[in-house]
């Protein structure tokens, strides 16, 4: 028997949370003992979502397979044991590519190519494509495919995956597939009253096109009375018992625990004949609980080029709560702009009482010079930082300028004249153009130095880690700043590329509680029940850093980052 399928849509207006609601299904039935996995159909063009721009799409998450895709799919991991992959996120564009490929090559033989049928089998093709997982590293049948259908309903761009959704419902039989409607019932302030209509409008625009929804998710700020939950059904053709409150609640781990007390996992089960052991919630609910009753806290300031967009850094943002949540600590964030620090006169106020320092990845020249103050300020005051790929590139950049005498060291990506590459081109470091691409993306080894903060947060040697990065170190320099007190306590196998550097504990700029950067991207590897080490042991330097400061006594249960 194959896996069933639960296709999720949404209605009305965008950012509903589809994904969230997708993860928190994926999280639900995992809690059966049963295996998912989730896939995101995006309607728009682009191939892929690499060249967007953040403040237009977001964040770009990376799978192991190199796959630059959308941040639902972060939400997909976090909340379950589901292992990702390209396969796993297909926008138009992408679909459309693999048409036009087939065409030119003449695999069609001569026919007149339409949506219906050919762009509409191929979505379904690639709907079936993930039937099994290799989580486990071999092939596991998985038990149900979720699968997210991105925009709203009524958008012309998101018809082709509604039909091919609504083929799927024919070909497989309502037992082994689902349709789950995400949907508003906004509070009008100034009636007092919750309006149904935005829903029912919706459900019609989606049974006009073939779907009968079975399952109604409800966003909402106020719960739905027994009264609303049955006009509601009434209007849109759907049981009372597959009305449910999505009810807003104050963070998104608790949505799992909302959704179940709604009994949405057993509706599912019973709709798809499914046979399960009872729920297990435990750890979950142990999650909403430290995270409701923090033992203390710190602030992390983040210093990054796109922070008027959250969104930008969502899996950032996540797992520094992670970190906090490893040591019963609720995360404060300050977003700072970078190029706020470069045009403020007072720019040392903004970094002033922060417990630790965090410059993410990005790409451009723009901002740089602001980064480049935070991280000076960060390793001369002594507080805790921790640079992410860009972050870490800005940091080898900060030490060669003002420890090593070398005040025009930089990257080429933003002086391609510098007399001093520090950082320069992976077609540049090898000196070949066959590379097919000019980023490194995806899951690569990693060897720590035994004793290096790095490997005291890890409890390892051997690690692997996700990138999406052009430029390198450039270890012509390594030992000119190895000789100041920057250690490379990171790199590949093969020692071509450096992956961590860390301050020296001694040396000439001894003294410095925790100082990393890392050229992967660990908050891709984060999640709210198995937060990432290195985030685990930046809040913990941070909470020490804190303490230091006189600004909060020790919790109970904080742990260091070397017995967390």
């Known amino acids: 028997m194959g896996p069933k399928y639960i296709f999720i849509t949404g209605g009305v207006v965008s950012s509903l949370g589809k994904g969230l609601a997708a993860s928190s299904i994926g999280a639900l039935l995992e809690s059966r003992g049963l295996k998912v996995t989730l896939q995101k159909y995006d309607p728009y063009l682009n191939v892929d979502p690499g060249t967007m721009s953040p403040y237009q799409h977001g964040e770009v998450y990376v799978t192991d397979d190199g796959a630059e895709t959308d941040l639902d ?18 926008t138009a564009g992408k679909i459309y590519e693999s048409i036009i490929t087939k065409e030119r090559r003449g695999d069609y033989l001569g026919k007149t190519v339409q949506v219906v049928p050919h762009v509409t089998d191929e979505i379904k093709a690639a709907l079936r494509k993930v039937a099994h997982s290799t989580s486990s590293g071999q092939a596991d049948e998985v038990d149900v495919i979720i699968a997210e259908i991105g925009g709203t309903v009524g958008d012309i761009e998101s018809l082709p995956f509604l039909e091919a959704i609504r083929q799927m419902r024919l070909e497989l039989g309502p037992e082994n597939t689902l349709f789950i409607h995400v949907t508003l019932v906004p509070f009008i302030e100034t009636v007092g009253e919750l309006k149904t209509k935005p829903t029912q409008h919706s459900v019609k ?56 007390d709604e009994g949405l996992d057993e509706k599912i089960l019973q709709r798809l ?16 609980h430290r995270l409701k009753n923090p033992a203390g806290s710190v602030t992390i300031g983040v210093v990054g080029k796109y922070v008027q967009l959250h969104d930008s850094y969502k899996s ?51 901002g740089i010079a602001g980064m480049l103050r935070a991280i000076r300020y960060a390793r001369e005051n002594k507080i805790p930082f921790l640079g992410i790929c860009l ?23 933003f002086n391609p004249a510098t007399p001093h590459r520090v950082i320069y081109k992976l077609r540049e470091l090898l000196g070949v153009e066959e ?5 490194r993306l995806g ?19 051997e690690i692997s880690e996700r990138h999406r990065h052009r430029y390198e170190f450039n270890r012509e320099y390594e030992e000119t700043l190895t000789a100041h007190g920057l250690r490379f306590t990171g790199a590949t196998p093969d020692e071509i590329y450096v992956e961590i550097v860390e301050l020296a504990p001694a040396g000439p700029h001894s003294g410095h509680p ?20 290195l985030f685990r042991a930046f809040i913990a330097a941070a909470y020490q850093h804190r303490k230091r400061a006189g600004r909060e006594a020790v919790p109970v249960a904080f742990k260091t980052a070397s017995s967390s």
């Open 316 to 366: 950032l943002g996540e797992a520094l709560v992670h970190g906090g949540l490893a040591h019963n600590l609720r995360t404060e964030i300050a977003w700072i702009e970078s190029e706020g620090l470069e045009t403020e006169p007072n720019w040392p106020r903004q970094l002033a009482g922060l417990d630790a320092i965090l410059v993410p990845g990005g790409f451009g020249k723009r």
């Open 73 to 90: 799919l972060g939400h997909y991991e976090r909340f379950t044991h589901a292992r990702l992959s390209r396969d796993h996120n297909w």
């Open 205 to 260: 625009e989606l049974r006009g096109i073939g779907i009968q929804p079975d399952i109604l998710l409800c966003r909402t700020s106020r719960p739905l009375t027994h009264e609303i939950k049955a006009k509601i059904a009434m209007f849109c053709n759907v049981s009372e018992d597959g009305v449910i409150t999505a009810r807003d609640v104050g963070s998104i781990y608790e949505v799992p625990l909302a959704l179940a």
């Open 273 to 288: 004949r499914l046979e399960t052991q009872t729920t297990d919630l435990k750890h979950w609910r142990d999650l909403v």
């Open 514 to 533: 925790w100082f990393l950067g890392c050229q992967f991207h660990p908050e891709f590897k984060s999640k709210p029940l198995a937060p990432h080490p």
């Open 391 to 413: 972050g870490m590139q800005c940091a080898v950049i900060e030490f060669a300028r003002n420890l090593c005498g070398l005040p025009e060291a930089d990257s080429t990506e």
């Open 435 to 439: 590379l097919g691409g000019t980023m």
């Open 443 to 461: 899951a690569w080894p990693c060897r720590l130095h035994p004793g290096s903060l790095a490997a005291q947060a890890y409890g390892t040697q």
